[in-house]
């Protein structure tokens, strides 16, 4: 098992209502009505964390099925927010919008798309973008999180990058066991459901057997 079975199994997925509705609902209220709003001056940030939060109900979604799949680390609205201790040890923590963030000496030094355990233990983090041609300028962060993944962890961590468009040519940066997704239209999602159907509610997280705490993963 590795980064590309999970890429595989996002490239085959299709997106369903239901996933639509919950990635739309882990954004706070006013950045909800900016993604219906393209005037607003929030409306990329929005559809942005809207595509991030889709890949992510949909990996939830097809990892009840899918063996390549042990864990997905719980983000967003699912995430167990406590308020940083100075005197914690260094490692995974969440931010009060529920975003995967690793502290080392009391400071961020990254965050985290994505964290997904394979069945076989691989370690997989992922990259989440809108526009592909943003994907040549990963390389440096890409090998810091590596880096800081086997400092906590140990092992090959494996990187996944997951677009909403396809790219022209695979970055170089790509290692062999690393892997690229591409969920075409996924950023526009949202637009196939009214505003009624999100804005103002609330939406208890969907069951799934392979959402862990971040600091369980």
């Known amino acids: 098992m590795s980064a590309a079975d999970v890429a595989r199994l996002l ?23 900016s993604l219906y709003d393209v005037s607003s001056p929030e409306h990329r940030t929005a559809e942005g964390i809207f595509f991030e939060a889709l890949i992510y109900e949909m990996l939830l979604a097809e990892g009840e099925t899918a063996d390549c799949i042990a864990s997905v680390a719980a983000k967003f609205s699912d995430a167990l927010y406590l308020p940083y201790d100075k005197y914690s040890p260094d490692g995974l923590w969440y931010s009060k919008d529920g975003e995967i963030r690793f502290k080392v ?49 140990g092992g090959s961590p494996q990187f996944l ?38 804005l103002g509610k609330k939406l208890s997280p969907a069951f799934s057997s392979k959402r862990v705490d971040g600091k369980k993963w």
């Not at 000496?105 to 076989?120: F, P, Q, S």
């Open 11 to 33: 490239s085959a997925s299709a997106v369903l209502p239901g996933e639509i509705r919950r990635a739309a609902v882990h954004l706070p209220k006013p950045l909800r009505k």
């Open 105 to 153: 000496g009391g400071r961020v030094k990254a965050e985290m798309d994505l964290l997904i355990t394979t069945a076989d233990g691989i370690r997989v983090f992922a990259e989440i973008i809108v526009n592909p041609a943003k994907a040549a300028g990963l390389a440096g962060e890409v090998a810091k999180k590596k880096e800081l993944l086997r400092r906590f962890y």
């Open 161 to 198: 990058l997951i677009t909403a468009d396809s790219l022209s040519s695979c970055p170089e940066y790509l290692e062999e066991t690393d892997a690229y997704a591409a969920v075409p239209g996924g950023n526009l999602a949202y637009l196939s459901i009214s505003p009624g159907e999100v």
